[in-house]
């Protein structure tokens, strides 16, 4: 997976966050808002956009985005970092493959008895 790639694909928006900040917050726009349109992709085959869609399904909207957002931070560029982490792991989380299972021989006590 080309991290780069992937990241020249998002679309961010910054809007006001609730919380803490007082004057400031009413003023700031530093709520980060992370935009991937994955069928768009060019960063991953099918069978990874099939595995992505089917992972992520409860997240993707009607028209086909990804949609996260960060307000944690005052500073705009932090959530900005934070939403394009969780971002990435997220990403990196539904890209792994199920290990198999192997079934377990059954214990000679239990043989026994």
């Given amino acids: 997976m080309d991290v780069e790639l992937l990241k020249s694909e998002l679309t961010y928006k910054f809007v006001r966050s609730s919380g803490s900040g007082g004057q400031h917050v009413n003023k700031v726009s530093s709520k980060a808002e992370l935009y991937f349109l994955l069928e768009n992709s060019s960063v991953f085959n099918e069978d990874e956009k099939l595995k992505l869609s089917d992972y992520l399904k409860n997240r993707i909207n009607k028209e086909g985005f990804f949609m996260m957002s960060c307000g944690e931070s ?14 990435l792991e997220l990403i990196e989380e539904g890209l792994k493959e199920e290990k198999e299972r192997k079934p377990t021989k059954i214990p000679k006590a239990v043989k026994r008895k």
């Fill in 74 to 87: 005052r500073s705009q560029f932090r959530n900005k970092a934070i939403v394009t982490q969780r971002f």
